[in-house]
């Protein structure tokens, strides 16, 4: 079985990495990709090297909601896993087509979940 390849991206380094770590944990076996940027994460998932995004909402170049859209327009049925803080985040995620939303005051106990629930269901 091939490991399955997770694209993170999120402009905040600090959430970034512990994103990546509880990506790691969860999947040890996984390939992992970090993006700060939208558009670097679009261009490997246009690669079609991604098996699962985990993205931010609010983000200066291209923000999650409009990352998201641009995946479902082109009928890429990617999981992709919504984490933020922001109060608008759920609701212009799921608008968008994401499949799951994570608070990001509670990555730590939920983000594991959500990825195995999606990498499972795969």
Do not use: W, Y
């Amino acid at each position: 079985m091939i490991p399955p390849r997770i694209v993170v991206v999120d402009d905040d380094d600090a959430v970034r990495s512990i994103v990546m770590a509880v990506a790691r944990e969860t999947l040890p076996l996984a390939s992992l990709a970090e993006h700060h940027s939208s558009l670097h994460a679009l261009q490997e998932i246009h690669n079609g090297s991604a098996d699962l995004l985990i993205t931010n909402c609010h983000m200066p170049d291209m923000d999650g909601p409009t990352l998201v859209k641009t995946i479902r327009q082109e009928n890429n049925s990617i999981p992709i896993i919504m984490v933020s803080g922001s109060d608008d985040a759920r609701e212009l995620g799921e608008e968008a087509g994401i499949d799951r939303f994570v608070p990001k005051h509670t990555i730590i106990p939920e983000l594991s979940a959500a990825i195995h629930s999606l990498m499972d269901a795969a």
